[in-house]
């Protein structure tokens, strides 16, 4: 009697926090370490949402609904092809994380946790963005961080890229893709 491994269900890591957390910065690093497609949660926000932030007003969740969906649907279309993937995603609170977690794979999380000072001083250094420094305090007054019952880890963002890299490797005891992965 031959009997064949199930293959292991493909993990999405979503990196979140607020904006100028470093979310793109660390998921393209571990997107590279882990072999794994990246996807940035701001290309699948609708143009009335990018046009909202820009002109500096919050997003409500009805605004953040049809783009939760597009990701957590990205992930399960990935999943369905095997690949395992890394995807920025602010998820600030717990309900917009259990959107994500409908997907078919296992979404786990990294928050990149940081104070208004550090963070805000980022993204005034940043230029190209639609989203406004005007718009971190907001973000902060809805951000539920990552609860103990939830699938990930919390690192500080004051290390760097590389060292909040290693850590989430080695905390959510993440695996590169290997060549028969493909």
Same mark, same amino acid.
């Given at each position: 009697?031959?009997?064949?491994?199930?293959?292991?269900?493909?993990?999405?890591?979503?990196?979140?926090?607020?904006? =100028?957390?470093? @979310? $793109?910065?660390? +998921?393209?690093?571990?997107?590279?370490?882990?072999?794994?497609?990246?996807?940035? +949660?701001?290309?699948?926000?609708?143009?009335?949402? #990018?046009?909202?932030?820009?002109? &500096? /007003?919050?997003?409500?969740?009805?605004?953040?609904?049809?783009?939760?969906? +597009?990701?957590?649907?990205? #992930? /399960? =279309?990935?999943?369905?092809? &095997?690949?395992?993937?890394?995807?920025?995603?602010?998820? !600030? @609170?717990?309900?917009?994380?259990?959107?994500?977690?409908?997907?078919?794979?296992?979404?786990?999380?990294l928050?990149?946790?940081?104070? =208004?000072?550090?963070i &805000?001083?980022?993204? +005034?250094?940043? $230029?190209?963005?639609?989203?406004?420094p005007? !718009?971190? *305090?907001? *973000?902060?007054?809805?951000? *539920?961080?990552? *609860?103990?019952?939830?699938? =990930?880890? /919390?690192?500080?963002?004051?290390?760097?890229?590389?060292? #909040?890299?290693?850590?989430?490797?080695?905390?959510?005891?993440?695996?590169?893709? /290997?060549?028969?992965?493909?």
């Open positions: 009697m031959t009997t064949s491994a199930k293959p292991p269900v493909p993990t999405s890591v979503v990196v979140m926090g607020v904006s =100028g957390s470093g @979310k $793109s910065t660390v +998921a393209r690093l571990l997107a590279d370490r882990l072999g794994w497609p990246m996807a940035e +949660a701001d290309e699948f926000h609708p143009a009335a949402n #990018i046009a909202k932030m820009s002109a &500096g /007003t919050p997003l409500t969740d009805d605004d953040r609904a049809p783009w939760l969906a +597009a990701i957590r649907d990205w #992930i /399960t =279309g990935r999943a369905a092809a &095997g690949d395992s993937t890394v995807v920025t995603c602010s998820a !600030l @609170k717990r309900s917009y994380r259990d959107v994500l977690r409908e997907a078919d794979a296992r979404v786990r999380f928050f990149l946790d940081g104070g =208004g000072d550090v &805000g001083g980022r993204m +005034a250094l940043r $230029s190209g963005h639609f989203m406004p005007s !718009l971190l *305090q907001s *973000q902060f007054d809805v951000l *539920q961080p990552l *609860q103990s019952d939830e699938d =990930g880890a /919390t690192v500080d963002v004051h290390e760097t890229p590389e060292l #909040i890299v290693e850590d989430a490797v080695t905390r959510l005891d993440l695996v590169a893709a /290997t060549p028969a992965d493909h």
